[in-house]
């Protein structure tokens, strides 16, 4: 099976600083891989290089096997790469309906398919973004980004700053999105979240992979998950 991204000794960073090292890491059709590490360990730069926003200084990012180098970020989104951002993104502007509007494409993720998902979204259709609540804000890039149609959706801090109940219902909707075949990349404070509903883990520790694997185990290792993650289980 050919992998929709791919890192091949990946290297990347900002300016001077290189923060990526040597990342070797393939993202198969339908899986769904936490990202994790503690803060400041390259996460968001490793998505950042993956997606196109961030040049490789060394190694290659491959789409569907073939090198990337030449394909800036929105030529990577057509070919089905969609990312929630820290941040989220949403156009303060335009409605809900108009934020999703222009994400639109033909394929089984509609309007009324993401509304059905998140029935939230369409009490508050007309309201702007910068009207949203942080937890509608981030129910509303996630449905944006899945009316992308994508084949694979990459969540940076998905539930990062909302509440325990938001918290609950964005999980609910990355089970769907995992089970309806997309393939999904996780990055979330919440370990035990992360760990409930991936099939694989990768940890970054200051820009390097240094540990892969299925949850199961690390879950079994409580050393490893102080060490890498600062948790205690
Ligand atoms: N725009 C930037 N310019 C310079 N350094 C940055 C920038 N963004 C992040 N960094 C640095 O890169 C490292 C990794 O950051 P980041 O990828 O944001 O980590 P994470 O997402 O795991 O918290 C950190 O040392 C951070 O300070
Ligand atoms: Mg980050």
Same mark, same amino acid.
């Given at each position: ?90 156009? $303060?502007? %335009?409605?809900?309906? #108009?934020?999703? !509007? ?5 394929? +089984?993720?509609?309007? *009324?398919? &993401? ?47 909302? $509440?325990? %109940?938001?918290?609950? #219902?964005?999980? !609910? ?5 995992? +089970?309806?075949?997309? *393939?999904? &990349? ?48």
């Amino acid at each position: 099976m050919t992998a929709i991204l791919s890192a091949r000794d990946l290297s990347a960073g900002y300016g001077e600083s290189r923060v990526l090292r040597g990342i070797d890491l393939d993202i198969l059709p339908g899986e769904t891989i936490g990202l994790m590490g503690r803060n400041g360990m390259g996460k968001t730069t490793l998505i950042r290089t993956l997606i196109g926003l961030l040049p490789a200084l060394q190694g290659q990012v491959l789409l569907d096997g073939a090198d990337a180098a030449g394909l800036p970020a929105f030529a990577r989104a057509r070919k089905g790469i969609a990312v929630v951002p820290e941040g989220r993104g949403v156009f $303060a502007s %335009l409605t809900v309906m #108009e934020n999703l !509007r222009l994400a639109a494409t033909t394929g +089984e993720w509609t309007e *009324a398919r &993401v509304l059905d998902l998140f029935p939230r979204l369409g009490q508050r259709a007309s309201h702007r973004g910068n009207h949203l609540s942080g937890g509608e804000q981030q129910m509303l890039a996630i449905g944006r980004a899945l009316m992308t149609n994508p084949r694979l959706l990459i969540l940076d801090e998905a539930t990062e700053g909302l $509440a325990p %109940l938001i918290r609950d #219902e964005i999980w !609910r909707v990355i089970r769907i999105v995992r +089970e309806a075949g997309v *393939a999904v &990349v996780v990055v979330d404070k919440t370990v035990s979240a992360v760990l409930s509903v991936v099939d694989r883990v990768v940890i970054l520790v200051k820009g390097q992979i240094a540990w892969s694997g299925p949850p199961e185990i690390l879950r079994a290792d409580p050393g490893l998950m102080h060490r890498h993650l600062g948790v205690d289980a």
